[in-house]
């Protein structure tokens, strides 16, 4: 359920954004505040609610300074203190009168049998059961909770929901319009050096026919034209290539749905100059050619080509 909030008292775009994040414990309201947190909210947990206004007023700008505050989310349950839902009714009420303010109200829900595998999953006391069984403590704090889940402009059932796909919605729902940004960081390295500490995909260019063994091209790097040329000339390269660039071109919007903040492309060859380097550029000018903006990292560029790196054979 979502419920689309205007006024004429403001345009929304100078007015403090809001979002007041509740529901059942159990249901991912951490998880929430998380999310949000990543996305450039501010976010503050078990806030007594009743304070709320004095909060709010208490990080006004200046009149007339223009300043743009960063959307704020707030999350209370039925645990913080003071917590009573009528009046937390009434507040929001009188704060959505307000023109400077832009408030919406998010509750989560989940269903009692599947909050109650949770806590038998975790082995956590419900808060509301003391010596009862779980199930007693979620309908009674159900009950407590109606009211808000009833209030509530919008409500996310997560019983479903995977705390990976909780964070797809949530994001989703409260994300700007660009959608989150991928640091994306294409490298080259020699294997003979090390390998690099951490990367999300590592492609062994070792397969390649290698520039080292030709005395004309041992001194140059993969940046070069002539060493381009030779790894071309490979027939396996176009193929490998296209797998490559294909694979990245799937993945990464995926990646990039899923809220994933960095991903590093790894090439390796022997001593990380020429078929790494090579291949490293043609994947980010395709990278870059389908809208992707990465930075790109050649580890081993300035090493010395030397055969005892290179090792005794042609590879």
Known sequence: MVAILTSDKAPASARQRVLLVTGVLGAGK????????????????????????????????????????????????????????????QLVKRLTARADLELTTLYLDCATGELERRYNETRRRHPMASDLPVVAGINAEREMMEPLRRWADIVINSTMFSANQLQQAIREQFSPDSGPELTLTVSSFGFSRGMPPVADFVFDMRFLNNPHWDTVLRPMTGREAAVGDFIRQDPAFDTAYVQIRDLLLTVLPRFRAQGKAYVHVAFGCTGGRHRSV????????????????LTILHRNLGSRAADLVEGATTR
């Open 30 to 89: 951490t998880t929430a505040l998380n999310v949000l947190e990543d996305l450039g909210w501010e976010t503050i947990d078990n806030f007594p609610i009743r304070l709320l206004d004095r909060l709010i007023d208490s990080g006004e700008a200046p009149a007339g300074d223009g300043a743009i505050h960063a959307p704020l989310a707030i999350g209370f349950d039925s645990r913080t203190r003071g917590f009573n839902p009528h009046e937390v009714i």
């Open 278 to 293: 090579f291949m490293a550029e043609q994947i980010s000018a395709a990278l870059r050619a389908s809208g992707f903006s």
